[in-house]
T-cell receptor, first 114, second 112 residues
Framework: GAVVSQHPSWVICKSGTSVKIECRSL??????MFWYRQFPKQSLMLMAT?????????EQGVEKDKFLINHASLTLSTLTVTSAHPEDSSFYIC??????????FGQGTRLTVV | TQLLEQSPQFLSIQEGENLTVYCNSS?????LQWYRQEPGEGPVLLVT?????EVKKLKRLTFQFGDARKDSSLHITAAQPGDTGLYLC????????????FGGGTRLMVKP
């Protein structure tokens, strides 16, 4: 299957700082990438849809100014958590689509804000 | 908002037992996918079903998509400790490409 690489796998940052997470499709071009957040023992919640060359579409309740998404190329999308706080600590996962119905996921990024 | 209800939330069984996980919605999905997720990792796709009534088998796992494309089930035969993990169903919204709505997940533990 298609490979999606996410970096870093885990990051610890101080409260008030910003953190950037990268999501790359390694062997295919993804016009659309998706960002999810997963709290412990819960399912994945869609945060935003990232389209190459255009503004991201955010789900209701997700602050666009806090979670900045950039999709500058067909193989790279980035999520920047700005002014991170402890409540932003979570597991962030990206996915990229190759067609109509299948999505391939990155390995996730564990963010801990202290 | 399209919601997917997944049940049971937790399941602890002995090795060799059979089990079924259900995924239900009041909405129609263009596709239904099942994933398995290990702690600290991203979900790994097990199967995609797109046709109402479709049944797919993957070794000891049998997946079924409801006739109306609103529900799905995952049946595991003779469960093994290696099947332990979080199982997630996800419905695809056809017009939005690969955008997925996830069920709440079923945490399965198979004891040896």
């Amino acid at each position: 299957g298609a490979v999606v690489s996410q970096h870093p796998s885990w990051v610890i940052c101080k409260s008030g700082t910003s953190v950037k997470i990268e999501c790359r499709s390694l062997d295919f071009q993804a016009t659309t990438m998706f960002w999810y957040r997963q709290f412990p023992k819960q399912s994945l919640m869609l945060m935003a849809t990232s389209n190459e060359g255009s503004k991201a579409t955010y789900e209701q309740g997700v602050e666009k100014d806090k979670f900045l998404i950039n999709h500058a190329s067909l193989t790279l999308s980035t999520l920047t958590v700005t002014s991170a706080h402890p409540e932003d600590s979570s597991f962030y996962i990206c996915s990229a689509g190759t067609g109509v119905s299948e999505a391939f996921f990155g390995q996730g990024t564990r963010l801990t804000v202290v | 908002t399209q919601l997917l209800e997944q049940s049971p939330q937790f399941l602890s069984i002995q090795e060799g037992e059979n089990l079924t996980v259900y995924c239900n919605s009041s909405s129609v999905f263009s596709s239904l996918q099942w994933y398995r997720q290990e702690p600290g990792e991203g979900p790994v796709l097990l199967v995609t079903v797109v046709t109402g009534g479709e049944v797919k088998k993957l070794k000891r796992l049998t997946f079924q998509f409801g006739d109306a494309r609103k529900d799905s089930s995952l049946h595991i035969t003779a469960a093994q400790p290696g099947d332990t993990g979080l199982y997630l169903c996800a419905g695809g919204r056809g017009n939005a490409g690969n955008m997925l709505t996830f069920g709440g997940g079923t945490r399965l533990m198979v004891k040896p």
